[in-house]
Nanobody, 115 residues
Framework: QVQLVESGGGLVQPRGSLRLSCVFSGSDFTFYNVAWHRQAPGKQRELVARKTSIGTTNYANSVIGRFTIARDNAKNMVFLQMNALKFEDTAVYYC?????????WGQGTQVTVSS
């Protein structure tokens, strides 16, 4: 049973930084594509960043140049480094892993950008 557990969310001021972490367990992590999504109040969940099992990376336009997704296959972990945070980055951030049509989600971690 695949499980994903996020951590690292919190309250941060505009232009600040946070690093989200996600621990993967229950299967061979190296074969999975991983991603971070987010959902703000009253909005649909949206893709923030994705990194495939072979290293291809893509980002939402709104975070290009500010966020970086990384994976550590030795530790079964996914990271999202978030810099230059804006009010509109406030959301619950979810870690996601998929392989062969099967998708798994973490429980989410709240990120609040506020002065």
């Amino acid at each position: 049973q695949v499980q994903l557990v996020e951590s690292g969310g919190g309250l941060v001021q505009p232009r600040g930084s946070l690093r989200l972490s996600c621990v993967f367990s229950g299967s061979d992590f190296t074969f999975y594509n991983v991603a971070w999504h987010r959902q703000a109040p009253g909005k649909q969940r949206e893709l923030v960043a994705r990194k495939t099992s072979i290293g291809t990376t893509n980002y939402a336009n709104s975070v290009i140049g500010r966020f970086t997704i990384a994976r550590d296959n030795a530790k079964n972990m996914v990271f999202l480094q978030m810099n230059a945070l804006k009010f509109e980055d406030t959301a619950v951030y979810y870690c996601n892993a998929d392989r062969d049509g099967h998708t798994y989600w973490g429980q989410g971690t709240q990120v609040t950008v506020s002065s």
